[in-house]
């Protein structure tokens, strides 16, 4: 059974950065597409980004772009999203999804999530 851990959300103002951890057990990053998404209160859940082991499949949100990024460490069985230049717009509970390649950006697409972790941007 493929577990997920999230960690690293919190409060931070308008300019800042945060990294949040993805702990993966269960799971090997052999085949897979490892992707953040996130929901704001009263919106749905949204697609941030998305990267998989097929190179030719990734997804940005446009506002997201040159802002947040993605990596892996296998060593730790560990995925980062890296939070940079954050906006108030940005604030929501963030979900990592797990599955098999490629990057399908639909919530339904994804077998394994995590609990979820709230990013608070303030102005």
């Known amino acids: 059974e493929v577990q997920l851990v999230e960690s690293g959300g919190g409060l931070v103002q308008a300019g800042g950065s945060l990294r949040l951890s993805c702990a993966a057990s269960?799971?090997?990053?052999?085949?897979?597409?490892i992707a953040w998404f996130r929901q704001a209160p009263g919106k749905e859940r949204e697609a941030v980004i998305c990267v998989s082991s097929n190179a030719g499949t990734s997804y940005s949100r446009d506002s997201v772009k040159g802002r947040f990024k993605i990596s892996i460490d296998n060593a730790k069985n560990t995925a980062y999203l890296q939070m940079n230049s954050l906006k108030p717009e940005d604030t929501a509970v963030y979900y990592c999804a797990l599955d098999s390649s490629p990057c399908i950006v639909v919530p339904g697409y994804f077998g394994s999530w995590g609990q979820g972790t709230q990013v608070t941007v303030s102005s």
């Open positions: 269960g799971f090997t990053f052999d085949d897979y597409a």
